[in-house]
């Protein structure tokens, strides 16, 4: 059974930051790709930022140059930090982890909102 935990949401006024954290426990014995996916109350779920194994990063648009994800091959653990925040980030952000089985894991999902 593998476990998927994300943590580090909360309120924040606009132009501050936060940082992300999900770990994956359990029977997973080698995780390909990590990412984080976000949704906004009546939007549909949308990808932010995927790591790989090896290391490459990719982020939505709308994100680049404010949000870093990082990754921890060591703690099974994967982290978003999150500068410059915006109204708009305001959203349930969603961890998803990968196996190299292709099995696809997510978590329970943590809120961040920004507002004044």
């Known amino acids: 059974q593998v476990r998927v935990v994300e943590s580090g949401g909360g309120l924040v006024q606009p132009g501050g930051s936060l940082r992300l954290s999900c770990t994956a426990s359990?029977?997973?014995?080698?995780?390909?790709?990590m990412g984080w996916y976000r949704q906004a109350p009546g939007k549909e779920r949308e990808w932010v930022a995927k790591?790989?194994?090896?290391?490459?990063?990719n982020y939505v648009e709308s994100v680049k140059g404010r949000f870093t994800i990082s990754r921890d091959n060591t703690k099974n653990s994967v982290y978003l930090q999150m500068n410059s925040l915006k109204p708009e980030d305001t959203a349930v952000y969603y961890c998803?982890?990968?196996?190299?089985?292709?099995?696809?894991?997510w978590g329970q999902g943590t809120q961040v909102t920004v507002s004044s």
């Open positions: 998803r982890v990968v196996s190299n089985t292709n099995v696809v894991y």
């Open positions: 790591i790989t194994g090896g290391g490459v990063t």
């Open positions: 359990g029977t997973i014995f080698r995780i390909n790709d």
